[in-house]
């Protein structure tokens, strides 16, 4: 009996030791296969896209993961293919998800899931407006960059419906709401690849000893007018097209930027953790498409100490 009973008390110890960990360990999140869209691969077993209404989508399976059939199903229908899907957006703007599976696999890592968004085209702006959610004008392109700063193809309508809903493994809807206002819904401008670095980037600051499940934002789109507003006089920041993300560590829920580096202070230096960890990041062949701006910040009165980084194309550092 007393033998039971302390076989008990270990099974018990066992069960409380193995939730705790698994609450608190970070995973990637990582499918046992990969898909790429837009040149961009991506493994992760929830991801977004944003596309206009009626455009052509096409999700192929990685190459090196071809060697068996893939099942898509999308809009209650189900297609099978060896290398790739395509179709047509629904014409009307909204959350259409996917999801693209193994063939006769059950595994919990054998499913990706895909968000579509059809977004609702940058033509459906009236004067700065889209809906009654100021945007202001964007700036003509300059002729050396017309393609990375052009106008956005369109606008992600934010509700409340999908505040909850996962874009990435870490990353929800709500992460990316605008501070321009506090209604909903807001009109924002988003890009695949900025998703796919603030998860590459989170699993590397996790492997670099500072665990995180997520991180805080300070700042994701800004629109001209927000921008502008805010005391901002370049029209040609990230922020605008919807590929950079001022953010921080934030494991307590103050939404203040923790004690990185221990010294029992909170300043730049705690920003210059995540700077050297996003230095190198930007600087590792894997992650060459996914280069850009990265620079660190002093506290102020209203929020504390973070990092930009962004998917530009190019790494530089001010
Ligand atoms: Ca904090
Ligand atoms: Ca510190």
Same mark, same amino acid.
């Given at each position: 009996?007393?033998?039971?009973?302390?076989?008990?008390?270990?099974?018990?110890?066992?069960?409380?030791? /193995?939730? *705790?960990?698994?609450?608190?360990?970070?995973?990637?999140?990582?499918?046992?296969? /990969?898909?790429?869209?837009?040149?961009?691969?991506?493994?992760?077993?929830?991801?977004?896209?944003?596309?206009?209404? =009626?455009?052509?989508?096409?999700?192929?399976?990685?190459?090196?993961? =071809?060697?068996?059939?893939?099942?898509?199903?999308?809009?209650?229908?189900?297609?099978? *293919?060896?290398?790739?899907? %395509?179709?047509?957006? $629904?014409?009307? *703007?909204? $959350?259409?998800?996917?999801?693209?599976? =193994?063939?006769?696999?059950?595994?919990?890592? *054998? !499913?990706?899931?895909?968000?579509?968004?059809?977004?609702?085209?940058?033509?459906?702006?009236?004067? !700065?407006?889209?809906?009654?959610?100021?945007?202001?004008?964007?700036?003509?392109?300059?002729?050396?960059?017309?393609?990375?700063?052009?106008?956005?193809? +369109?606008?992600?309508?934010? !509700?409340?419906?999908?505040?909850?809903?996962?874009?990435?493994?870490?990353?929800?809807? !709500?992460?990316?709401?605008?501070?321009? /206002?506090?209604?909903?819904?807001?009109?924002?401008?988003?890009?695949?690849?900025?998703?796919?670095?603030?998860?590459?980037?989170?699993?590397?600051?996790?492997?670099?000893?500072?665990?995180?499940?997520?991180?805080?934002?300070? %700042?994701?789109? #800004?629109?001209?007018?927000?921008?502008?507003?805010?005391?901002?006089?370049?029209?040609?920041?990230?922020?605008?097209?919807?590929?950079?993300? &001022?953010?921080?560590?934030?494991? #307590?829920?103050?939404?203040?930027? &923790?004690?990185?580096?221990?010294?029992?202070?909170? &300043?730049?230096?705690?920003?210059?953790?995540?700077?050297?960890?996003?230095?190198?990041? &930007?600087?590792?062949?894997?992650?060459?498409?996914?280069? +850009?701006?990265? %620079?660190?910040?002093?506290?102020?009165?209203?929020?504390?100490?973070?990092?930009?980084?962004?998917?530009?194309?190019?790494?530089?550092?001010?």
């Amino acid at each position: 009996m007393k033998k039971l009973f302390y076989l008990s008390i270990a099974a018990l110890f066992i069960l409380i030791s /193995s939730c *705790s960990v698994g609450a608190e360990a970070f995973t990637e999140d990582h499918a046992d296969f /990969s898909i790429v869209y837009d040149e961009l691969k991506i493994p992760l077993k929830t991801f977004s896209i944003f596309v206009l209404p =009626r455009e052509e989508i096409e999700v192929k399976i990685a190459e090196e993961d =071809r060697n068996q059939q893939y099942i898509i199903e999308l809009g209650g229908k189900k297609y099978e *293919s060896g290398s790739s899907f %395509s179709w047509k957006a $629904h014409g009307e *703007s909204g $959350h259409y998800p996917v999801t693209i599976s =193994r063939k006769n696999a059950s595994g919990k890592n *054998s !499913e990706i899931k895909l968000n579509v968004f059809v977004l609702h085209p940058y033509s459906e702006k009236e004067g !700065e407006y889209i809906y009654g959610f100021k945007i202001g004008n964007y700036p003509a392109a300059p002729a050396d960059q017309k393609e990375d700063y052009s106008k956005p193809k +369109g606008f992600l309508k934010i !509700e409340q419906s999908i505040l909850d809903l996962n874009l990435t493994p870490h990353f929800k809807v !709500e992460k990316f709401l605008t501070n321009q /206002s506090d209604q909903l819904p807001q009109f924002i401008v988003i890009q695949e690849s900025l998703l796919l670095k603030l998860e590459y980037f989170l699993a590397e600051v996790n492997k670099a000893g500072y665990p995180a499940e997520t991180f805080g934002i300070v %700042s994701f789109y #800004r629109s001209p007018y927000f921008n502008k507003k805010i005391g901002n006089d370049t029209h040609y920041s990230r922020h605008l097209y919807g590929d950079a993300v &001022d953010i921080y560590i934030d494991n #307590r829920g103050n939404e203040w930027m &923790d004690d990185l580096n221990g010294d029992g202070k909170l &300043d730049i230096k705690d920003a210059d953790v995540l700077f050297k960890i996003a230095k190198k990041f &930007d600087q590792k062949e894997k992650y060459a498409d996914l280069q +850009g701006g990265l %620079s660190s910040y002093h506290a102020n009165g209203v929020r504390g100490s973070f990092i930009h980084i962004d998917t530009r194309g190019i790494h530089v550092t001010w």
